[in-house]
Every structure is written in structure tokens, then in C-alpha cells.
DNA sequence: AGATAGTTTGCATTCGAATGCAAAAATGCT
DNA sequence: AGCATTTTTGCATTCGAATGCAAACTATCT
């Protein structure tokens, strides 16, 4: 066993360097025959901070460059029991929040040397093969934005990989959060809606199960009843803008009177709803119906709609949600820490006086 | 070397299993021990098609079951030479298709057991980053929907990486690509606009290096001059909203006289086109202004823009384009496909009678 | 120069699963 | 039962990089 594996493969005893064969990559091996030098020498090249000479690590570089070699991240893994993976999960669905969420965890990731493994969940059976396949893949953190139980977190704890939730979390149990409260801005919008003289208010929320429409709901409500504004009517969508559109009609259904001033919990709802408002109940967004909503999507501010909403600052909730699952895959037996970010007004044109 | 490496961790010689240390996760060897068989047979059970008997199988899946027991992929990966890891190129810029084609592919990758590496892609030098790290992750393939130079596709077929491009393709070379072609249905979308008098168009079109871009400005030149309509003006935009609604002041800035319909290149450019026409330069649409574009992307149909566009089947290009990684990854050598889709025009309210 | 401390380097082993090969067991056939 | 086949099983090795340890250098100081 004193020779290295390598030396079986087809190369003149002589140490002259053979052209590697059609499609095969380089190795370390590769490298440190060519260069002359230990297997061990190269891996230390690639290893920032390691200690090797400059000389030594020119003539490696040398040899690396010429045979194109980038070491493999998959025996590295192995080895390292790192495999910079990080598992992201985010709702396919179309609500465009999460795309943008997505695209910025992605930047984010590959800024800190991490790549995105990215998973679609729609349900918690989803999440339940997902978990599975990131357990295989060896991932090492998961960003949660997406469905997930409790049992399922539990097992990811369990198994020592750290999850990072984007926007939701267990009030049961310690975890590591990155999360927007607009409690304040709320307060401020609603405020701003009794100043323009409504009184009467509609509602549309999210899924029963799903935490950011139930405290967005639970702060409306609060907001409402300060502002002595009466919640005329609650109805439930499932964050799409069809749901939107459709649960306009079921307030206009359920009420004898349309409210003055409707409340979607995000923007995709809202712009359904200011739609269906306009082209087929014939209102005039906002002198007849004002609209406001939560997210602060890019689409939320195009000219159609401007509309007046609870920006979430998304770039900074990935960043930070990225910071966070590296530190805890460095130390994971740190405590837990939630990062809450407050949300910004965005003034937009879709609320004005209530109509008498 | 009689006795497995396994035999020298924490663990009774009298054969007794001890509980795996805190974190550590089961492996193969693990799951032999338990189940009092050998490492190759757990790993045979795993795999389909292995010669294995019934009574064995169960043994050993209980075993595993016990365990929680999952085969490490990135093992796996290492020696199959396989890591079923699928890179996927997308642009992270908001443009609406984007994230579209990425679920839909995620979506396919998963069902043929692949994972998708996410990699945001605005330039050509992130291109070039990018393939580094994809060889890295010893990808089994790439979907490339965004930038990618001929140096650079020459790189990974140099290396063996099967590229499947997303319209998009080098005409110098041979490719595998899934691509749609919309001539015919520019065609009709063009006589449309002649039959309802229109005889002056204008185009915003996209970036000059893409190609999605450049053929399609070439059907609609084509389809434009057969029909008898005159292109007044063309201005580039990025494929952004935001470009929409410049491209339209570019128009208006250099026509003494609007053009009764504007041809954009994509959706989200039509939207941006639709909203300053009506909010800024006080013209209705489609009374004053025909607005038509390309992609067929969720939010066209949205109320307020009711585009007509021509679509592209995108769930069963991106089935396809999964299929065909897969195809690649399993035979190398097999000549290259292009799989061409027709469009589809979506007939929507943004089109009309042109103004006398 | 010689002793000492500090760097660099190479050796050998390790990570966890897959697989060619040969041995062992099960099956079929006369 | 005896022999030939076929199917299962285990052994030993392999994938490619990282790393603890000891050996081989360098640099420093007296």
C-alpha cells in the first residue's frame, strides 16, 4: 500500500505525464504528478490558510491550470462532512413573493461560497420527501420559507441540521427565525384609513394554517377595532390573485353593502381583488374602494395597480436568513436568535376618502 | 485489512450495538452491523434492480428503518460518478418568465429524481463563475435558460456536461436544445393588427446579445413587411417593466406621430408599455394603442392587461427539456436534438380597431 | 557551527457507498 | 442423491480530497 491508487492507472512508470484520457477530469492525483509533488500539497493549495510555501503553491497552480483542475466538491463532502449545500424551500405557487425571496437567498448564498439547492413544497407531504432528499444530499442548513410541521422540524433537529425559517415559525419551540412585523406600519395604515373617514372595512386573509396571514389578520383586527373601524366581512384565499378576484365577489356576496376599504393579506391577493373591483364590479379603485396589503412586491408597484402597501425589506431578511444559517452551521449548539425586521409603508394610490 | 474499516469506531467486539454517538449520522456499515450482514448488501437493498433476496431485503430494511437510515448521496455520488445534480441558469432579473420556467423544471427534475443546483445568471462573466462551481458539484448536467457564450459551452462540452439550452441556442453548433417558435402565430397575430387597419407599428424589442430577442424582432420584421405595416420604430429594452414604459417614451420622443400598435418582444415590457401609455401619456389601450407581446407569462392576463401574446407552452418545454438532460446523461454520445414548440396566441383585450 | 524553534511536506488513513469477482447458497434436473 | 445452474452474498477495492502525524527542511539565535 505504498503507492498512491493513482499510480494504477495507465502512466509510464517513468513518471512521464500521459494524456488523460478522453473525458476523464483531473484529480489531485492528476495535479501532483504532473507538478511533482504529493497529493497532500495540492489539496493544501486549495485550502485557504493552509500552510504551504509560495513556491510550492505557485508550481501546483501551475499543474492545476494546465489540467483545468477544480477540486470536487463531492469527495470534499465526504471528507469534510460539509457538503455547502443548502436546502431552500419555497412555495411554487404563484405568488411572486417567492421568487424574489428566492432569487435574493440564492445571491446571498453564492456570496458566502454556499449553493442553492432548491426544493418546491406545496404541502407538508411535500416537505416530507423533501426533507428526505435534502438528508440525503447531506445538506447543510435549510431555509424554510415554505410548508413545514413541527414533526418535520423536529426531525431536522433531530438530525442536527439547522433550519432557518423565513417568515414563519413555532412559537412552541426555540428556533432560528428571520421575520417581518409590521405591527407598527399596520397601525399606521389602519389609522390611515380612518383619517380618510372609513368605517367599514373587508378582509381578505390566507390559508387557515399558515402563520404570517394570522398574525397579519390578528394585527389588522387589532388595528381595526383602536381605529373603531368595523370588520364588516373576512373571507379566505390562498395568496394567488385568482383568490383575490374571487374573494371580492364573496365579500360582495356576503355583505349587503360593499365595505369602503378592503385589507389582503399580500399583494397578489390585492391586485386580484383591485381587478375584480374595476373591471367587473365597475368601482373605482380608490375612489370607491381603497385597497391596501402587505409584501411590497415589485409587480405591487407597477402603474396599474400602485398600490399602497407593507413592504417586507427582503433584502435584508435574506441576507440576514443567510447569515444565520452559516453561523449556526458553524457553531450549532448556539442558542437561538430571532432577527424581526420591521416593514415600511409603501404610499401608493390605491387608498382614498371613503365615499359617503 | 480483513476486518471492515466500521470495526474500529466506538462499538463491543462481542458484536453488541451501541447507540450511534449524538449527531452522527447512520451509515451503510451501521445498518450491516444491525442487521448482522455485510456492507454491500445494505447497499444492494438501496439500489433497484440489485440481485437481492426477499428475506434479506427485510432484514436489512429494518434495520435501516431503525436507523433512520439514509444513503448518502454524496457518497453515492463519488463512486457512481453520478450526483444527479442538475445545474439550472436562470436570470435573477424581474422578469416574470423566469421563475415560471424554473418551478416547472425543478418540478420535472424531482420527478425523474434529479435536484436542481440554482444558479442566478445576469452576465456573461457570472456565467463563467458559475460553470466553475457547477464542475465543482460534479453536476450530471446544465439547463442553461440565461447567459452563456460559445466559449463558454465549448468549456463544458469539453468537459462532458451535458447543456440542454432554454431558448436559446448557437447556430454554429451543434446543441440540444427546447426551443419555441412562434412564427406562424406572429403571423397571425400580425394580420390581425392589418385586418383592424393598423399600418403603423412600433417595437420594443430586448437586449441585442439575446437571441430569444433577435429572432423574434426578426419574424415580426418579416410578418410586418408581408402585411404591409410599417415599422416606424424600434427601441431596445431589457425585457425589465421598467424598460416598458421608457421604451414607450423612446417611441413617443422619436415619432412625430404614435404608432397605432406597439409589438413588444416580452410580456413584462408589454405591461410596463400599457401602464405608461394609459397612466402618462393619457392614451387608452387598446382604443388608441394596440399592445401585443410574446411569452404568455401568468400576470398577462391579469385584468388589467389582458394581453394578447403569443405563449409558450412552458410545461412541456421544460418536461422536455428534463427529458433530454436525461437522455444526454445517459448516453453522451447520442447526436444532439432540437425539440421546437409552436406558440399559441392568447387573444386577449389588448388589441383594436386602429384610430383613424 | 550547532542547537532550537518554526515551516513545509509527504505518508497513510479516512469519509460512505458501489461493484467486479469469487465463494456460498439455493434451485432445478436427472 | 448428485451434479449443473442460477441466484445471493461477502470481500476487497474504488471514487477524490482532507488531515493528523512524523519526517524533512528553513530560519533564528547563540
Known amino acids: 500500500m505504498a503507492n498512491s491508487p493513482r499510480d494504477k492507472k495507465p502512466s509510464k512508470s517513468d ?5 488523460l484520457i478522453k473525458g476523464r477530469r483531473a484529480t489531485s492525483y492528476d495535479v501532483a504528478r504532473l507538478a511533482g509533488v504529493s497529493q497532500s500539497a495540492v489539496s493544501r493549495c486549495f485550502k485557504p490558510g493552509a500552510s504551504i510555501s509560495g513556491k510550492m503553491r505557485e508550481r501546483v497552480m501551475k499543474a ?6 477544480q477540486p470536487n466538491a463531492i469527495a470534499r463532502g465526504l471528507i469534510t462532512q460539509r457538503s455547502n449545500l443548502v436546502a431552500v424551500l419555497v412555495s411554487g405557487r404563484l405568488n411572486l413573493y417567492y ?8 445571491e446571498e448564498l453564492a456570496k458566502a461560497g454556499l449553493q442553492a439547492l432548491l426544493f418546491t413544497v406545496e404541502t407538508e407531504e411535500d416537505a416530507e420527501a423533501v426533507i428526505e432528499q435534502a438528508w440525503q444530499y447531506q445538506v447543510d442548513g435549510v431555509i424554510s420559507a415554505s410548508h413545514m410541521s413541527q414533526a418535520q422540524y423536529k426531525l431536522l433537529e433531530k438530525r442536527q ?24 406600519q399596520v397601525h399606521d395604515v389602519v389609522k390611515q384609513l ?3 373617514g372609513h368605517r367599514r372595512a373587508g378582509l381578505i386573509i390566507g390559508p387557515e394554517d399558515n402563520m404570517v396571514s394570522r398574525e397579519r389578520a390578528r394585527m389588522v383586527d387589532e388595528s381595526l377595532k383602536a381605529c373603531g373601524i368595523e370588520k364588516v366581512c373576512e373571507v379566505r384565499g390562498d395568496f394567488t390573485y ?15 353593502e360593499m365595505p369602503t376599504a378592503i385589507i389582503c393579506i399580500n399583494d397578489m391577493m390585492a391586485m386580484g381583488c383591485m381587478d375584480e373591483a374595476r ?7 380608490p375612489k370607491d374602494l381603497s385597497i391596501v396589503s402587505f409584501d411590497g412586491i415589485g409587480m405591487s408597484q407597477f402603474a396599474s395597480y400602485e398600490l399602497t402597501t407593507i413592504r417586507q425589506p427582503i433584502g435584508r431578511m435574506s441576507e440576514a436568513a443567510v447569515r444565520m444559517i452559516l453561523e449556526r452551521v458553524e457553531r450549532p449548539d448556539q442558542s437561538h436568535e430571532k432577527r424581526v425586521f420591521e416593514g415600511a409603508v409603501i404610499p401608493g394610490g390605491s387608498i382614498a376618502q371613503a365615499p359617503s
Open 161 to 184: 441540521i439547522p433550519v432557518v425559517f423565513f417568515n414563519r415559525y413555532f412559537a412552541e419551540h426555540p428556533n432560528t427565525v428571520v421575520f417581518c412585523d409590521p405591527a407598527e
Open 99 to 106: 421568487p424574489e425571496v428566492l432569487f435574493k437567498i440564492t
Open 194 to 196: 380612518q383619517a380618510l
Open 15 to 19: 513518471g512521464t505525464v500521459i494524456p
Open 279 to 285: 373591471s367587473v364590479l365597475g368601482l373605482e379603485v
Open 64 to 69: 492545476a491550470k494546465e489540467l483545468e483542475y
Open 242 to 256: 385568482e383568490s383575490g378576484t374571487s374573494g371580492l365577489q364573496e365579500i360582495n356576496r356576503q355583505t349587503q
